[in-house]
């Protein structure tokens, strides 16, 4: 029975006086769905919009290597609703943001495409596209290195840009 997705990388290096090889590395790193918490509300996203101008979203859920939307997104996805219904002139772009695990390109992709998944739920709920503008960055604006799970984690992001 298959339980997860898995990356592996092994690296040969070689050394000594013939160039034979003399050492090995062995990553491996177990791929599990995209888990954020919420951790704020409509009225935090409006102060933080404002005084910055943008802010990272955790709590939108997406399967491994998918942009399908997970479980529960109301929760998250609702926060931005009520937000954009109390800012009415705001226009927001909704910014997709992946870790630096799998290929760039796919990567570029998935960001894309979750970005997409963002603004086609909100469209869905009332809110009008016009105001709405999806983009994604794959793995090329990092908020913290990728060699730990936290790293990861927090680089695996919605961003939401008051523009």
């Known amino acids: 029975m298959r339980k997860a997705d898995q990356w592996i990388q092994v690296s040969a290096y070689p050394g000594g006086d013939n160039n034979s090889i003399t050492s090995y590395t062995f990553k491996a790193v177990a791929v599990s769905a995209m888990r954020q918490e919420l951790e704020t509300t409509a009225g935090a996203m409006a102060s933080e919009l404002q005084a910055s101008g943008r802010m990272a979203l955790y709590g939108i859920n997406f399967a491994t290597n998918s942009a399908a939307i997970g479980p529960e997104p109301d929760k998250a996805l609702g926060e931005i609703v009520t937000l954009l219904n109390n800012q009415p002139i705001w226009n927001i772009t909704v910014e997709g943001h992946t870790d630096d695990?799998?290929?760039?390109a796919a990567n570029q992709t998935l960001?894309?495409?979750?970005?997409?998944?963002?603004?086609?739920?909100?469209?869905?709920?009332q809110i009008v596209r016009a105001r709405l503008a999806a983009v994604g960055f794959g793995d090329t604006k990092p908020l913290q290195g990728n060699s730990t799970e936290e790293g990861h984690a927090r680089n695996r992001r919605v961003e939401l840009v008051k523009r």
Do not use: D, P, Y
């Not at 960001?111 to 709920?125: C, F, G, I, P």
């Open 101 to 104: 695990i799998g290929a760039k």
């Open 111 to 125: 960001s894309q495409k979750r970005a997409e998944a963002v603004v086609t739920w909100l469209v869905a709920h």
